[in-house]
């Protein structure tokens, strides 16, 4: 019998039949399928017929893996150079509910880089029937393409019951009650056993922030460098970066941790070369069981065999299996240990570890109403939870677009400006995860011990997306801390996204200018008279300036006449693109500086308007008593000696610092709350405040 098998979404129908059809189209006798029980799939994988190219040959390196719950129950050999494999390989799979389908996805493989995607399909399990071989021809779809054709993957299929004999279904339902615990604790064993490799234990983020001072492998004394990530057979690549000893790459990538104990991850850095096989540059390994888990560590490894170092974050978090906590284990719902951490932040306490700000918990509760991901008409949705560098994570919920959580985060706070936040992805351990909707909320506009419904937003947080987060916040702070930690320049975020060039942006930033211009017309008249020549020796000033410039500007020229002989269109098109995002990123960050003054005195932050009155306060009560030369004399003395008494210090501006905590009308908008659904209405908890 051979049956053909679409892409198509499947229903979880509670099928309890399947008619068996002869060649002269009467029904047989019913065959029992649908049965609670544990049942034996053996499957033999055949061959591909006319698969996709996905190789610049034309070929393609594919091999077979198959799914079962969002589980990957199995993985085929590679056959390489081949649009037409023959695997003739056979897997035993245990399955206990006959309405999860068999997932079958087929890949490209490619050494050291993400393997192409090359087309998937489902097996019904329940159009089976029991105890007799089937050969199966399953038609592979690529969901965002679904008119491409990517060819077949053929099979064969036998589905036993775990008893081993075909029985009626009114005997199992009547016998069902009589199974042994001692049964069934056999079966929970042999389905843990089956599933034991398959199951990741918990997730290593790992963010590539720079190299320094590498091995020069070229002959200007420069390298290529880029980095190679290997735990078991999972493998990363991180980008090349051109012509330099110290690369900025910071890229973050996720690791799937399989065994309990931690693992050991091989890093090894490379030059490329083009045209030639790539020049090793050094490595290092990082010993997981030696980092404690939910904990960003910032490393810096020697290289061996090599020179120079790499520094690293990395951060082992959350359990794919289990729940790690739930909502009743927290440092806050014990009395002692909530009145510990408020003892640790109290007024009495502000000059005892400065750089120690505050305490934040973060309970993430559920999410309703999630975007659909996969072709099932399902997600299998996990959370992602990020303060400024520290970067947490939940475990996944397969199958699921209402995922309950129930996990704690905890963070030491180390300035209270900071922004929380919280990202839903849906897992595809075969290809990047999907981004399902995010929220951003800063720390200062949390209410203590509140359940909330944020409305998850798009990516640029400019305006809503499918579902809502419920999230319950606590923040613990000194005051006093926080407000000196204001002057000092902000944590630097090490991921961050690229700045593309964007008409609309561009546009947005323009207008934005525009407005803190039009603040400042008093200033352009008086620039404009300076050409008007009402003042003579003001707009000689301006003249000798402007020429001075035009000068320069000729010789500049000459220059880019010569070297643009040898530029490329191509190198054109991106010197326009590269000023084009210079004047975008200019723009914004001029009408941001304007735009932060403005909410400064429109309260748009409350602390920082306070703090602002007070340091103004300040001011005029040490104006009044002190002269103001000697002020002048001290801030000069100080400026002068600092690198002196510090050398390592960063030289900063504490009014600028302070002004990089006040947020633009862009990042007003971004952090702004959407009115959830009236549907959305969590029951909220209100608890002491503990601000």
């Known amino acids: 019998m051979l049956y053909s098998c679409k892409l198509k979404s499947v229903c979880n129908l509670p099928v309890i039949y399947n008619k068996k059809i002869n060649t002269t189209g009467t029904s047989n006798t019913d065959v029992p399928l649908a049965v609670p029980g544990m049942y034996q799939l053996d499957i033999t994988l055949r061959r591909g017929q006319s698969l996709a190219a996905r190789d610049r040959g034309g070929t393609s390196d594919p091999y077979v893996k198959f799914k079962i719950g969002g589980k990957e129950v199995f993985r085929s050999k590679i056959i390489h150079k081949s649009l037409n494999p023959v695997w003739e390989e056979k897997a035993c799979l245990l399955v206990e509910h006959l309405k999860e389908p068999l997932y079958i996805k087929v890949f490209d493989y490619d050494f050291g880089l993400q393997d192409d995607f ?19 021809t399953v038609t592979l779809k690529d969901p965002h393409y679904p008119d491409h054709d990517l060819g077949i993957i053929l099979l064969s299929v036998v589905l036993t019951p775990k ?6 279904v009114t005997m199992l339902m009547r016998k069902s009650w009589k199974r042994s615990s001692k049964f069934q604790t056999q079966s929970l064993r042999l389905s843990d056993i089956h599933r034991k490799p398959h199951l990741w234990r918990g997730i290593v983020s790992i963010t590539l922030i720079e190299g320094r001072d590498l091995k ?11 980095v190679k990530f290997r735990l078991g057979h999972q493998k990363y690549k991180s980008k090349i970066m051109p012509k330099t000893l110290n690369p900025q790459w910071r890229e973050q990538f996720d690791f799937h941790l399989y065994e309990e104990r931690g693992g050991i991850i091989d890093i090894t850095a490379w030059d490329k070369d083009a045209g030639k096989r790539d020049d090793f540059i050094g490595r290092c390994q990082i010993d997981l069981s030696a980092l404690s888990r939910e904990q960003t560590h910032k490393l810096e490894l020697q290289l061996e065999e090599g020179e120079g170092h790499l520094v690293l974050l990395v951060t082992l978090t959350a359990s794919a299996t289990v729940s790690i906590s739930d909502l009743s284990i927290n440092s806050l719902e014990d009395p002692k240990e909530r009145e510990e951490i408020l003892k640790r932040y109290s007024p009495l306490r502000i000059f005892h570890n400065l750089k120690d700000v505050g305490f934040l918990q973060v309970k993430v509760i559920r999410a309703e109403g999630l975007m659909a991901a996969d072709v099932t008409g399902k997600s299998d949705p996990f959370c992602v939870v990020e ?6 994570l939940t475990h996944t919920v397969y199958k699921n677009l209402n995922p309950e959580w129930n996990k704690v ?22 290809r990047s995860a999907d981004f399902l909707g995010k929220v951003a909320i800063p720390l200062l506009s949390i209410q203590n011990g509140e359940q909330k419904a944020y409305v998850l937003k798009n990516k640029q947080l400019t305006g809503p997306t499918k579902g809502v987060i419920y999230l319950e ?13 204001t002057l000092i320049p902000k944590e630097q975020k090490y991921i961050e996204e690229e700045n593309r060039l964007s008409k609309q942006l561009l546009l947005r930033n323009f207008i934005r200018m525009k407005r803190c211009v039009m603040v400042l017309v008093n200033a352009a008249y008086y620039i404009n008279s300076c050409f008007d020549w009402d003042s003579p020796a003001r707009s000689l000033a301006a003249f000798v300036v402007v020429e001075d410039m035009l000068e320069d500007e000729e010789e500049e ?5 010569k070297d643009s002989e040898k530029k490329g269109f191509i190198n054109k098109i991106y010197a326009i693109q590269e000023v084009c995002i210079s004047v975008q990123n200019i723009l914004d960050e001029v009408a941001s500086f304007g735009e932060r003054i403005k909410n400064t005195f429109n309260w748009t932050i409350p602390f920082l308007s306070w703090l602002a009155i007070v340091a103004l306060c300040a001011f005029t009560v040490i104006l009044y008593f002190i002269p103001l030369r000697y002020i002048v004399l001290v801030w000069g003395i100080n400026k002068f000696t600092k690198k002196l008494r510090s050398p390592y210090a960063i030289d900063n501006n504490e009014l600028l610092d302070f002004l990089s905590r006040v947020p633009s009308d862009v990042q007003v908008v971004q952090y702004q709350e959407l009115k959830p659904d009236p549907s959305h209405s969590p029951c909220k908890r209100k608890k002491n405040n503990l601000g």
């Open 557 to 561: 020229d000459d220059k880019d006449d």
């Open 387 to 392: 303060l400024n560098n520290d970067r947490l």
């Open 216 to 226: 020069a492998m070229d002959s200007n004394g420069l390298s290529d460098p880029y």
């Open 409 to 430: 985060f905890t963070f030491n706070i180390k300035d209270i400006h900071s922004v929380l936040e919280v990202t839903v992805y849906d897992e595809d351990r075969d």
């Open 118 to 136: 090359m087309g998937s399909a489902f097996l019904d399990l329940t159009q089976l029937e029991l105890n007799r071989p089937t050969d199966v």
């Open 163 to 168: 008893e081993g004999e075909h029985r009626d």
């Open 473 to 485: 916040i606590d923040v613990i702070f000194n005051a006093v801390k926080a407000s000196l930690r």
